[in-house]
């Protein structure tokens, strides 16, 4: 992914980030507002790469997208009974199935073969595996802490 690319997607990412933490509170509401940005953040990057919108592999893209949104709004009512992690991770799994989009038009569109197939399983592993670095991220320090904290001191010998 060249340096204009990747700028996009971070700012995109960002974008859907904060409005899924935003709406997190309403049920589903950041996932019908989600949706279009993720639209338009496909159509900005195929213009930019100067494909055709015709040629761009939309049935792909409307199954990451879709299929994004329903593990999203799995999660959202799993999670969004939590108060503080169910905001977190709504902006968490924005992030991470933008990224997941990013990466699959970069490949499909750099390359002139039919671009591969997606898969509900493909699109629930991203996101869980973004939610489970999420959580790893925040609880082992934590947990190392804790250990540090409970070790008893060496005694000189």
Do not use: C
């Amino acid at each position: 992914m060249d340096a204009k690319t990747r700028r996009m997607t971070n700012k995109y990412s960002a974008v859907a980030a904060v409005t899924s933490f935003v709406t997190q509170p309403i049920p589903g509401a950041d996932e019908l507002i989600v949706v279009p940005i993720h639209y338009w953040f496909s159509v900005s990057t195929t213009r930019r790469r100067g494909v055709p919108l015709l040629k761009a592999p939309w049935l792909q893209v409307s199954k990451i997208i879709w299929g994004g949104a329903t593990v999203r709004l799995f999660a959202n009512f799993t999670l969004g009974l939590i108060p503080v992690a169910g905001l977190f991770s709504n902006a968490v799994t924005a992030v991470a199935l933008t990224e997941l989009l990013a990466r699959y038009l970069d490949s499909a569109l750099s390359n002139p073969a039919s671009p591969p197939e997606v898969s509900m399983k493909a699109i629930k592993d991203a996101l869980q595996h973004s939610l489970g670095a999420w959580r790893s991220r925040r609880v082992w320090p934590a947990i190392r802490r804790a250990f540090r904290r409970s070790a008893p001191a060496p005694t000189p010998a």
